[in-house]
């Protein structure tokens, strides 16, 4: 009979969780360098470029590989024949192991959690509480799968209770295209079917735990129904045309993960939650013996890829231009910002919104700026900033309006824009531009200095002002209200089909 030591636990969670926030699974690295090798879209590869080269400096320098460092999941399986020692319940020990990870003065990771969900939605400061799944096992181990989950990926869940005779991929090929590129691709999609709605989702989360074999399968073929099916989406997600960062290409997802459960003959629920480029989890099993042993990949794993500006980016010094120089980017240009952006997301938008309402004065003007949307990572060592890589900004579009009508140039964030927004941001002839989610160490070495400007009681949401040097982002939007995430995966999705044909 298994003695876990209370203290043992609590380090092994606090340990897993500083190794996910700074090395990918290998597993994961390999894909994408494949991905890289076979991708023919210029914007695409030089995403998966940044990607592979921040993930490299991550590893090397132990910070995160994106600034949101996620919610905390764990799925816990208890040998009936194990012991815990002292009084501590197994999610306050799960807890305290987050709490550690997360305030750990050499590797500060961004706390997210906000407790009061539907109200107050105030900053829990050490990223608890965790999500925490506990099932009881035969035998006397302990074992742990747990993962750090961005918002981004997460809030592209999706759930259908389909009927019994509907078919599970039309659902999914019209609702892929739906979920936009806020979930980072190129990642996982994890499937789950089957069971109850709630079953189905944690299925679908359970799943992601998984490591990438796609290939493998193809080469020796499927053995069973759920191995064709995750065949088949792999194969029609990807020629979708959606790319990295949808920006258009032919890696989408490096993998299609499915777990499935008996359900009720008149159900057939199904589930979706995607895995961003910050794929992030670890497995490892407790036995009594002592902490959990992690061992780091191997450098030899990383492929020869060292990005590097395009030689035909465009330097824009942000002090001198002017909003008739930015009615010339095209979409699909490739620019390097200098000078000073401030920053601004969900919570300093909400705010700025009710002053404004109140007829209140701002506290910051935003008269021919750039406002980026980023919550960054608090900064250790000699940095001017932790990894500061961008956040979905669909989330703000139903704030454009009233943004660029305070004299913005435009905005910076990842993903595409909602028709809404691309309406204002042409109406107002403003620009949207791109930063390349999962690179967020990468582009936190742009940022120079760093100081906060207002609402510095919101913490990573406060607004801040950075002084950047060669900054790279794509122009993503242009004055004339054209994305490149609607005419790039198009493009693809058209060339798929007919290198296909």
């Known amino acids: 009979m298994a003695l876990i030591k209370t203290q043992d636990f609590i380090e092994s969670i606090a340990d897993a969780l500083q190794y996910i926030s700074y090395y990918h699974p290998e597993d994961y690295i390999r894909a994408l360098a494949a991905a890289y090798e076979k991708e023919e879209a210029p914007a695409a590869k030089d995403a998966i470029a940044q990607i592979l080269t921040n993930s490299r400096m991550c590893a090397e320098g132990k910070r995160p590989l994106c600034q949101d460092t996620g919610i905390v999941v764990a799925?816990?399986?208890?040998?009936?024949?194990?012991?815990?020692?002292?009084?501590?319940?197994?999610?306050?020990?799960?807890?305290?192991?987050?709490?550690?990870?997360?305030?750990?003065?050499?590797?500060?990771?961004?706390?997210?959690?906000?407790?009061?969900?539907?109200?107050?939605?105030?900053?829990?400061?050490?990223?608890?509480?965790?999500?925490?799944?506990?099932?009881?096992?035969?035998?006397?181990?302990?074992?742990?799968?747990?993962?750090?989950?961005?918002?981004?990926?997460?809030?592209?869940?999706?759930?259908?209770?389909?009927?019994?005779?509907?078919?599970?991929?039309?659902?999914?090929?019209?609702?892929?295209?739906?979920?936009?590129?806020?979930?980072?691709?190129?990642?996982?999609?994890?499937?789950?079917?089957?069971?109850?709605?709630?079953?189905?989702?944690?299925?679908?989360?359970?799943?992601?735990?998984q490591s990438i074999d796609i290939q493998e399968l193809q080469a020796r073929g499927a053995q069973n129904k759920i191995e064709e099916l995750r065949l088949e989406l792999y194969e029609k997600v990807n020629q979708l045309g959606i790319g990295a960062q949808g920006l258009g290409g032919l890696t989408t997802v490096l993998d299609v993960k499915i777990l499935d459960h008996p359900t009720h003959a008149a159900s057939l629920p199904v589930a979706i939650i995607p895995n961003c480029a910050a794929t992030r989890h670890v497995h490892f099993t407790l036995d009594g013996s002592g902490v959990a042993e992690l061992t780091p990949p191997s450098p030899d794993i990383y492929p020869d890829v060292h990005w590097a500006p395009s030689p035909q980016a465009k330097r824009v010094n942000l002090e001198t231009v002017t909003r008739a120089e930015t009615h010339n980017w095209k979409t699909g240009d490739t620019l390097l910002l200098t000078g000073k952006i401030m920053t601004g997301r969900d919570a300093a938008h909400k705010r700025i919104k009710t002053m404004l309402d109140r007829g209140e004065s701002l506290p910051v003007d935003f008269s021919n700026r750039f406002i980026y949307y980023v919550g960054p990572v608090d900064a250790v060592r000699d940095e001017a900033v932790g990894p500061a890589g961008p956040t979905t900004a669909t989330r703000m579009d139903s704030y454009t309006d009233m943004m660029l009508s305070t004299g913005l140039l435009g905005s910076i964030g990842k993903a595409e824009r909602g028709e809404e927004a691309l309406v204002e941001i042409a109406r107002h002839q403003s620009v949207y531009l791109m930063a390349v989610g999962g690179a967020a160490y990468l582009v936190?070495?742009?940022?120079?200095?760093?100081?906060?400007?207002?609402?510095?009681?919101?913490?990573?949401?406060?607004?801040?002002?950075?002084?950047?040097?060669?900054?790279?982002?794509?122009?993503?939007?242009?004055?004339?209200?054209?994305?490149?995430?609607?005419?790039?995966?198009?493009?693809?999705?058209?060339?798929?089909?007919?290198?296909?044909?």
């Open 444 to 501: 936190s070495k742009a940022i120079k200095k760093s100081r906060v400007l207002a609402f510095e009681d919101l913490g990573m949401e406060a607004i801040y002002e950075f002084d950047v040097v060669d900054m790279p982002v794509t122009v993503a939007v242009s004055a004339s209200g054209e994305s490149v995430h609607t005419i790039g995966p198009a493009h693809w999705k058209k060339k798929i089909a007919l290198h296909a044909v």
């Open 75 to 209: 799925f816990v399986k208890v040998g009936m024949q194990a012991r815990f020692e002292g009084d501590m319940t197994l999610e306050e020990m799960v807890n305290e192991g987050v709490r550690r990870a997360y305030l750990h003065p050499d590797n500060t990771l961004r706390a997210s959690i906000v407790n009061d969900p539907a109200g107050a939605r105030k900053n829990t400061k050490d990223n608890t509480p965790a999500i925490t799944h506990v099932e009881m096992v035969a035998g006397d181990k302990v074992d742990v799968q747990i993962a750090a989950k961005g918002g981004g990926s997460e809030n592209k869940s999706q759930l259908a209770m389909l009927n019994p005779n509907d078919s599970i991929v039309d659902w999914v090929m019209e609702v892929v295209p739906k979920m936009g590129a806020g979930w980072c691709p190129p990642g996982m999609l994890g499937v789950g079917i089957g069971g109850s709605a709630e079953k189905a989702m944690l299925l679908a989360k359970e799943s992601l735990m």
